[in-house]
């Protein structure tokens, strides 16, 4: 459990911060989601922790819309009791995370990767929630098709639906600001 738990953690971590956009946010949802593992599913076999670790991870940050949204329906109702209260909307910007793979050989060839991966990053996070859920899982986890579906709690034909609709507003983002991936 501990292995496996090591291993998803960054990835966990990104997923998260793409849905929440607050680090930390997505490190207590990235916590919590751990814990609803070992506590309840930490007697599985392996080769079913990562399907269910998904399942409980986007569970846990559609938990927190839900839980937001009560918060600002009380946070509004009692914001028109008091005239002149401002909300106060901070959203920290996504945090980077370097790769040591492959590392270029010149400063501009860094420069000109993090300014890619901070491009695409950008992209993935502006997608809605289901295609963003979708795209990750399928290119990023290398989930196929069926435990996608299994891990979204829906349809194989709704994967590829949000699949190919969030390859499509990736690519037309990307290629607006001149980036082209092979």
């Given amino acids: 459990m501990s292995r496996f738990l090591s291993e998803v953690e960054r990835r966990a971590y990104k997923q998260a911060l793409f849905a929440v956009r607050d680090e930390h946010v997505a490190l207590d949802i990235v916590q919590d989601a751990m814990i609803k593992l070992a506590e309840k599913y930490g007697n599985k076999p ?28 009380w946070v509004t109702l009692f914001s028109a009791l008091k005239p002149g209260s401002e909300q106060d909307d901070d959203s920290d910007p996504l945090e980077h995370l370097e790769s040591g793979e492959n590392s270029p050989e010149t400063p501009e060839r860094i420069i000109e990767q993090n300014q890619t991966i901070d491009a695409i990053e950008s992209a993935i996070s502006r997608l809605p929630a289901r295609q963003r859920e979708a795209f990750l899982l399928r290119y990023w986890e290398g989930y196929d098709t069926a435990e996608t579906a299994l891990a979204m709690g829906c349809t194989e034909g709704s994967v590829k639906t949000h699949c190919s609709r969030a390859v499509q507003a990736l690519a037309h983002t990307l290629k607006s600001k001149g980036i082209t991936l092979t």
Avoid: A, G, M, S
């Fill in 46 to 73: 392996p080769e079913e922790l990562p399907l269910l670790f998904q399942r409980i991870l986007q569970n846990t940050i559609r938990d927190h819309y839900r839980r937001q949204k009560v918060r600002q329906t």
